[in-house]
């Protein structure tokens, strides 16, 4: 088993590009390195640089190798198509230019399902048409990233989106050739959504390429679920609190992904308010510190 762990912009609070809190992309790459990460995600498409040559050699001075990225929009709505797929365009393009294997798809989140974010038995499903519809899209992504740029695509289940609870991820699953879609799992929003992610992995682990590792406090989620907290404002209350301190057993997702002898990456994501967290590097550090506890190299 060889497990690489690296981090992500989000855990610098960078969710969206043209954030004007975001921290700028040069501090990330250095702050990521010195926090003992060999790798990174790119973050949203226009965070970091798209030029090949610049994004390279900041990579190179870093000692970071570029892990993959992540088409965060919303494949729910037909009207904004267009945005969808010029950001899955753009992504496939830097990662091939740098040789990063993992194109992760997620359905961003929709004011429809905002409000039952881990609700799963009062969220409001799509009919069989719309569901159809928003099959094919992020089927399209995925022959796109696997065919033309050579990537391995994964499905991320993410709060407040229709690609939220474990029947949805199934569902999709079931539907899709393994070849086209596999699945970047994350712990944290599984948890979040009301299910248990290393039951999940147990019975999934063939089909899961890329891993998201993230964790949740258990008190602010029944806070904000209860209270019907919008995802942003949850991140600013600190949901994603740093791994080891929250409902995700890791020794036990340590244990799963060893008995399978899973190779490749594992990228902590800690999403927090670009302005709210105090000390994102002390976070990778502490996170990077924990993971080495428990038997990730």
């Not at 699945?183 to 019975?203: E, L, N, Q, W």
């Not at 404002?233 to 929250?246: E, H, K, M």
Request: net charge negative; charged share 25%; proline share 5%.
């Amino acid at each position: 088993m060889t497990i690489r762990i690296g981090n992500a912009p989000c855990s610098w609070g960078v969710e969206f590009a043209e954030d004007l809190r975001n921290p700028s992309w040069q501090s990330v790459l250095q702050q990521c390195a010195a926090a003992g990460y060999k790798g990174i995600e790119l973050g949203p498409v226009g965070f970091m640089p798209e030029d090949p040559a610049r994004l390279s050699e900041a990579l190179s001075e870093c000692g970071l190798e570029l892990i993959g990225g992540v088409v965060f929009r919303p494949f729910h709505d037909p009207d904004a198509w267009g945005d969808v797929l010029e950001a899955a365009e753009r992504t496939c393009k830097v990662l091939s230019a740098h040789g990063a294997k993992h194109l992760v798809l997620i359905d961003s989140i929709s004011d429809r399902r905002a409000p039952t974010a881990g609700r799963a038995t009062e969220a409001e499903q799509m009919d069989r048409s719309e569901w159809t519809a928003f099959r094919d899209r992020i089927v399209h992504v995925a022959r796109m990233g696997a065919e033309d740029y050579g990537l391995v695509v994964g499905v991320h289940a993410h709060a407040a989106g229709f690609m939220d609870f474990e029947p949805e991820l199934e569902r999709l699953l079931g539907e899709v050739d393994e070849n086209v879609l596999k699945i970047c799992f994350d712990t944290g929003h599984h948890s979040y959504a009301g299910f248990d992610p290393v039951d999940f992995m147990k019975r999934h682990t063939g089909r899961i390429s890329y891993m998201h590792f993230k964790d949740i406090d258990p008190k602010v989620k029944s806070d904000v679920i209860s209270k019907r907290t919008g995802f942003y404002d949850a991140c600013g209350q600190g949901i994603f609190c740093n791994l080891g301190q929250g409902d995700v057993d890791f020794e036990a997702v340590h244990q799963v992904l060893r008995e399978v002898d899973f190779e490749g990456w594992c990228t902590v994501e800690q999403d927090c308010d670009p302005t709210l967290d105090p000390d994102p590097l002390g976070d990778a550090r502490a996170n990077r510190k924990y993971l080495e506890s428990i038997g990730f190299s």
